[in-house]
C-alpha cells in the first residue's frame, strides 16, 4: 500500500513534528535565564520541560482513541492551538505559571494531538519501508533540536526568552493549522491482520510468552533508556557554561548532537527495516550507554563536541525502533492504543530525566552525579533489551 502520496504524509509530518516540538526548547536554552528569575533554582525550569513531555506522553493515550474516531485532523490542529496557548501562559513571572503552560497546554493538550496520533497515522500509509518511514517522523522533535536552539539563542539575547516564546507560539500554529487540513487525509485500509488464538481459548502469545508481559517489558524498558537520552538534551547548554563555554557554543553543540540524531536515525531506519526494532533497539543503547558515560569524564570544548555527536548517533534509533517492534509483534488493531501507551513510558522517562539532572544538579553542585546516573539507568534497559533479543532468537531457532 505504500506510494509517493506515503511519502509525502511522512514528511508533512515531520515538519509538523519539527514545529511543534519547538516551543520546549526555548526553556532548555534559556534555562539559567529563567532560573534566575525564579529563585535560582535550576529544577524549575527543568521541571517545567519535564512536565511538558510527561503532559505529551500522557494525553497520547486519549489524544490516540480520539484521532482513531474523529481523524488525526483535528487532534493535529487542536494541539497546535493549544502550544500557542501554552506558549503564551508560560511567560508568567511565577513558577505555576511555566508548569501550567508546558504541562498541561504544551504536553497534556499540545503535543498530545501531534505526537503519538501522527506515529499510529504514518504507520498506517506503510508495509514494507515501516522502520524507514517511522524512523522519519520520529525525527521531527530532533529536527526541532537541530534548527532552534541557535535560533531561540539569538532571539532570547535580543528579545529575552518571553518575547521568543510569543513569536514561536504564533509561528508555529500558522504553519500547523493549514498544513494539517491540507495534507492530513484518511489513511488507505490497513490489511486485514489475524490474531492467532488457540483452539483452547487461550491469549494469544508473543515471542512465547503473554503479549501484555512482553509488551509491559518493552514499554518499561523505553522508560528506562529515556531517563539517559533526556539528561544532555535538557542540560547540555547549562553544563557548557558552567564550564566556562559560552550559551551560544553550548546551543551549537546542542544542535550537533541533534542534527546527529536526526541524520543518522535516518540509516537505523533502514537498518530496522533489516534486522526489525528489537535488535536495532539493543545497538542503538548500546551505543548511547558508552557516549553518556562519555559526558561524565569530558569537560574541554572539543572533546564535548564529539560526546555529543556520539550520543546522537546513539540514541537516535531507539524511540522508533520501539514502535516497529510494537507493530511487528502486535496486531495492528491494537496500535492504537499500544503505540501511545509505549510512548507514555517513554515520555515519561524524558520527563523523569530532565527533572533528575537538574534536581542532582542542585544537591551536588555539578552534573557528573547526574550523568552517572543516566548511565546507570542506560545499563538496565541494555539487559532487558538483551532478554527480548535473546528469547526472540531462541524463538526463531526452535522454528
Not at 40 to 48: D, K, T
Not at 113 to 123: E, I, K, M, Q, T
Request: hydrophobic share 55%; net charge positive.
Amino acid at each position: 500500500m505504500e506510494t509517493r502520496s506515503s511519502w509525502v504524509v511522512a514528511g508533512v509530518s515531520l515538519v509538523l513534528l519539527g514545529l511543534s516540538f519547538g516551543g520546549p526548547w526555548i526553556t532548555a536554552v534559556a534555562l539559567k535565564s529563567i532560573a534566575a528569575e525564579m529563585g535560582a533554582q535550576r529544577s524549575v525550569p527543568a521541571l517545567a520541560s519535564s512536565l511538558a513531555w510527561f503532559g505529551s506522553a500522557v494525553g497520547g493515550i486519549l489524544m490516540g482513541r480520539v484521532a482513531n474516531k474523529i481523524g488525526i485532523r483535528w487532534t493535529v490542529m487542536f494541539g497546535s492551538v493549544m502550544i500557542c496557548l501554552g506558549l503564551f501562559i508560560s511567560t508568567g513571572s511565577e513558577p505555576w505559571q511555566l508548569y501550567l503552560g508546558h504541562g498541561l497546554f504544551m504536553g497534556l493538550l499540545g503535543n498530545a494531538g501531534l505526537n503519538a496520533p501522527l506515529y499510529v497515522y504514518v504507520s498506517q500509509w506503510f508495509d514494507r519501508r515501516r522502520g524507514s518511514a517511522l524512523a522519519l517522523i520520529s525525527s521531527g522533535g530532533y529536527l526541532a533540536g537541530f534548527i532552534w536552539p541557535t535560533v531561540f539563542e539569538r532571539a532570547i539575547a535580543f528579545y529575552g526568552w518571553r518575547w521568543t516564546m510569543i513569536g514561536y507560539a504564533l509561528f508555529q500554529v500558522a504553519l500547523i493549522l493549514p498544513l494539517a487540513a491540507w495534507f492530513l487525509k484518511p489513511p488507505p485500509e490497513a490489511a486485514a491482520v489475524a490474531i492467532h488464538n488457540g483452539a483452547d481459548g487461550t491469549r494469544p502469545k508473543v515471542l512465547g510468552w503473554p503479549s501484555n508481559f512482553v509488551f509491559v517489558w518493552i514499554a518499561v524498558a523505553s522508560f528506562m533508556c529515556c531517563v539517559t537520552m533526556s539528561m544532555p538534551q535538557g542540560h547540555l547548554v547549562a553544563l557548557c557554561t558552567d564550564l566556562g563555554i559560552s550559551a551560544t557554543v553550548g546551543a551549537a553543540m546542542l544542535s550537533v548532537l541533534l542534527g546527529a540524531g536526526l541524520l543518522s536515525r535516518q540509516a537505523w531506519g533502514l537498518v530496522s527495516d533489516r534486522i526489525g526494532g528489537l535488535q536495532t533497539a539493543l545497538l542503538s543503547s548500546a551505543l548511547q550507554a558508552a557516549a553518556m558515560t562519555g559526558f561524565v569524564f569530558t569537560q574541554d570544548e572539543v572533546g564535548l563536541f564529539t560526546v555529543a555527536a556520539a550520543f546522537g548517533i546513539g540514541f537516535s534509533a531507539l524511540i522508533p525502533a520501539y514502535v516497529l517492534a510494537i507493530r511487528d509483534l502486535f496486531p495492528a488493531s491494537e496500535a492504537y492504543w499500544r503505540v501511545p501507551t509505549l510512548l507514555l513510558l517513554s515520555g515519561s522517562g524524558m520527563a523523569v530525566g530532565g527533572w533528575l539532572a537538574g534536581f542532582l544538579y542542585d544537591m551536588h553542585g555539578h552534573y557528573a552525579p547526574a550523568f552517572a546516573t543516566g548511565v546507570a539507568f542506560n545499563i538496565v534497559n541494555l539487559l532487558m533489551l538483551a532478554m527480548l533479543v535473546v528469547r526472540q532468537r531462541t524463538m526463531a531457532a526452535a522454528r
